[in-house]
């Protein structure tokens, strides 16, 4: 089993910046797809970016391409998202998750899952 708990989330006003991290315990990530996903009231839970084992590809939703960063430090265990010029749109609880064996944007295709992180963007 992989425990994964996310961290960095907050309140930032339009056009600021947060980095958010995912720490990964119980077992390494170093061979699994990694990913970001989010979810806004009444909303589904929609992809955000994902890197796969090497950090050679990755992948972002076009809502965030160009403003979000994914990354991890396979040696610390840890995955992360650079997100610069924030949107109201982007506020979101936004969950951090891992595929064993897929690679892609598709809920269904995580097999681990964090709580999730509370990103809230003002106008």
């Known amino acids: 089993q992989v425990q994964l708990v996310e961290s960095g989330g907050g309140l930032v006003q339009a056009g600021g910046s947060l980095r958010l991290s995912c720490a990964a315990s119980?077992?390494?990530?170093?061979?699994?797809?990694m990913g970001w996903f989010r979810q806004a009231p009444g909303k589904e839970r929609e992809f955000v970016a994902a890197?796969?084992?090497?950090?050679?590809?990755?992948f972002y939703a076009e809502s965030a391409k160009g403003r979000f960063t994914i990354s991890r430090d396979n040696a610390k265990n840890s995955v992360y998202l650079q997100m610069n010029s924030l949107k109201p749109e982007d506020t979101a609880v936004y969950y951090c998750a891992a595929a064993v064996q897929y690679v892609g944007s598709r809920v269904a295709g995580y097999d681990y899952w964090g709580q999730g992180t509370q990103v809230t963007v003002s106008s």
């Open positions: 890197i796969i084992w090497s950090s050679t590809s990755t």
């Open positions: 119980g077992r390494t990530i170093s061979t699994y797809t």
